[in-house]
């Protein structure tokens, strides 16, 4: 299958997929307003376009930690990834080394991180929840690294697990148990400052911290010698009442004043979207529910297809927007304005409503 837009994909993923599947990957926690104001606050930036400068060879090639991107953007990590193709995180991991772009593997998927490694080499980035002690995170830091990975991240925003309405209210069960693979959170809960000050005395590895929202912590991180500062409402799935993502970029970039690179998620669904966190200062930008949405239409085929409409989009916003180059987004070219849609999960897809989806 052959998709030529994003729409495409989102409307194949919802016709594959049962309904506890479905609203696994759509749905967030409680009354789902954070999940919701992710896609309220990318829908309330609007471009300030410039004219008249040559977009002849626009390119939105990056790095991060070194890595080369081919866009700014990454594979945010996604339990039970399985649920949605059988190839998991081997699937996206083939799509994001051939595309070019970074994958942060969960560690509540399959295949594990270490037989991922051996199957498609790196560069990867692991994402672990704590389900041991601190014993326990060493030896799988330790075997990241020896396996080759890029880097390793501890996502924040999980200390213990959200109420996701959706699923209880139909009794169900996420095939991982929970996205954490267990019932008890108690190390997640436990997991404080002094683990990310361990993590940077012990090991020689780029840490992500995912899940920063504020300039307090941003700034926290990276006085703490953290790598990656990312901000993350863990798309609405975790607090719910949270400021859309990309409204707590500009503080939090404020705040890092340039000395660790900043990815966001949250509500980001279109290339033009990715430019509008680009322009606000995110070093790349993370495409969770569209990654899942793209598994589920295709696995590996269709993740890559959904990369190169990305890249395609990003592209020609930056073209129309007046600007050649990744250094010349900036804050001048967006401006705040109301949506003028009323906006929901799906909602930078209006064809589906129109064709009753
Ligand atoms: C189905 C699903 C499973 C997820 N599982 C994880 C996970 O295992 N670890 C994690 O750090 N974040 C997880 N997340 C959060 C994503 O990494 C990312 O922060 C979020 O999807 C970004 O928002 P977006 O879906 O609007 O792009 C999950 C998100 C979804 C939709």
Redesign the pocket.
């Known amino acids: 299958m052959q998709f030529l837009t994003l729409h495409e994909i989102a409307k194949r993923a919802k016709q594959n997929l049962d309904k506890n599947q479905w609203d696994?990957?759509i749905g967030g926690a409680d009354t789902e307003s954070a999940l919701k104001r992710?896609r309220y606050s990318v829908d309330s930036w609007v471009f300030r376009p410039r004219i008249l400068n040559e977009v002849s060879g626009v390119s939105a090639n990056t790095e991060l930690l070194g890595v080369p991107l081919r866009i700014p953007v990454v594979m945010?990590?996604?339990?039970?990834i399985q649920v949605f193709e059988e190839g998991g995180g081997e699937s996206v991991a083939r799509a994001a080394a051939e595309f070019g772009v970074l994958q942060i593997l969960?560690s509540?998927?399959t295949p594990d991180f270490e037989t991922l490694a051996e199957r498609v080499p790196g560069p990867r980035i692991y994402?672990l929840?704590l389900v041991g002690d601190e014993a326990w995170m060493d030896d799988i830091i330790e075997r990241s690294i020896a396996a080759g990975y890029t880097g390793f991240c501890l996502?924040v925003d999980?200390q213990v697990y959200s109420r996701r309405e959706r699923d209880i209210i139909k009794r169900h069960v996420p095939a991982s148990g929970r996205?954490v693979g267990v019932a008890d959170f108690g190390y997640q809960s436990k997991m404080t400052w002094e683990t990310v000050e361990h993590i940077k005395s012990k090991f020689d590895i780029p840490l992500v911290i995912?899940g920063v929202n504020v300039a307090e912590d941003a700034r926290r991180c990276v006085e703490m010698g953290v790598d990656v500062v990312y901000v993350?409402n863990?798309?609405g799935?975790q607090l719910d009442h949270t400021r859309g993502c990309i409204d707590a970029l500009p503080e939090v970039v404020e705040a890092v004043e340039g000395r660790a690179p900043v990815l966001v998620?949250?509500?980001?669904m279109r290339g033009a979207d990715v430019v509008k966190a680009l322009c606000l200062g995110a070093s790349a930008v993370?495409?969770?529910?569209?990654q899942?949405l793209a598994m589920a239409a295709g696995g590996e085929a269709a993740v890559a297809q959904m990369l190169g409409l990305v890249e395609h989009e990003i592209i020609t916003t930056m073209a129309l927007a007046g600007v050649a180059g990744l250094d010349g987004l900036n804050r001048g070219l967006l401006e705040k304005a109301d949506p003028i849609v009323p906006t929901h999960v799906l909602s930078a897809f209006p064809h589906l409503e129109e064709e009753g989806y």
């Open positions: 696994y990957l992710n945010p990590p996604i339990g039970s969960s509540v998927c994402q929840y996502t999980t996205e995912k993350s863990h798309g799935r998620d949250g509500g980001f993370g495409m969770g529910r569209l899942a």
